[in-house]
């Protein structure tokens, strides 16, 4: 069964862009979550998707964005970019919503923004 | 206080030997934990799961977990170098709330 596929892999953007990411889950899963990596802040929740409606949401302006799409694949926009958005995207996808459910991620794509 | 505290690395083990992690939690109620492996410059893989209070057993590797004590741990035997890697612990609470890490090198 094919992983987790992420695109692009890698971005570079200008300040004040916006960017748009992919996520394509794992076959038969229909939970996409996204969060995002920096060396400073580490591994950090923006939001999860089920069912193309947004389950929960962390703690990021309102310039992140996402949603999902009926065959679950996911896409997250980030709106009017800032340098302090460079960082690693990863998505990872369950098979369902939920406290228990096991989430395995994508290779990331990783945003660099001058 | 941050949710999911890890103990500080970076740790290193010689080869053979046993590595031992630790995570704290936070928030009493939480249900689910999990260990993750990262390779630098790779995401993170899942390794480990566990819910219910005890060890956990999967090759090498044994979490243990103590909800009295919002503990849960990770045992890596017979450490090889192929080890050698971040790992995080999370915590599932609608979210994967993540530890800062710990980062492992066995050395041959």
């Known amino acids: 069964k094919a992983g987790v596929t992420q695109t692009p892999r890698y971005l570079i953007k200008t300040r004040g862009q916006q960017v748009t990411l992919s996520c394509s889950p794992i076959?038969?899963?229909?939970?996409v979550s996204w969060y995002q990596q920096t060396p400073g802040q580490g591994l950090q929740f923006l939001f999860e998707?089920?069912?193309?409606?947004?389950?929960n949401k962390g703690n990021f302006p309102g310039r992140f964005s996402g949603r999902q799409f009926s065959n679950s694949r996911s896409e997250m926009n980030v709106s009017t970019l800032e340098l302090g958005d460079s960082a690693l995207y990863l998505c990872?996808?369950?098979?369902?919503?939920?406290?228990?459910?096991?989430?395995?991620f994508g290779p990331g794509t990783r945003l660099t923004v001058t | 206080q941050k949710e999911v505290e890890q103990n500080s690395g970076p740790l290193s083990v010689p080869e053979g030997a046993i590595a031992s992690l630790n995570c704290t939690y936070s928030?009493?109620?939480?249900?689910?934990f999990f260990w993750y492996r990262q390779y630098s410059g790779k995401s993170p893989e899942l390794i480990m799961s566990?819910?219910?209070?005890g060890d956990k057993e999967d090759g090498r590797f044994t979490a243990q977990l103590n909800k009295a004590s919002q503990y849960v741990s990770l045992l890596i035997r017979d450490s090889q170098p192929s080890d050698s890697a971040t790992y995080l612990c999370?915590?599932?609470?609608?979210?994967?709330?993540f530890g800062a890490g710990t980062t492992v090198t066995v050395r041959a």
């Open positions: 990872a996808s369950s098979q369902e919503s939920g406290t228990l459910s096991e989430q395995y």
């Open positions: 076959s038969g899963h229909r939970s």
């Open positions: 998707y089920f069912s193309e409606t947004q389950r």
């Open positions: 928030d009493r109620v939480s249900q689910s």
């Open positions: 566990i819910y219910s209070n």
């Open positions: 999370a915590v599932n609470d609608y979210k994967l709330s």
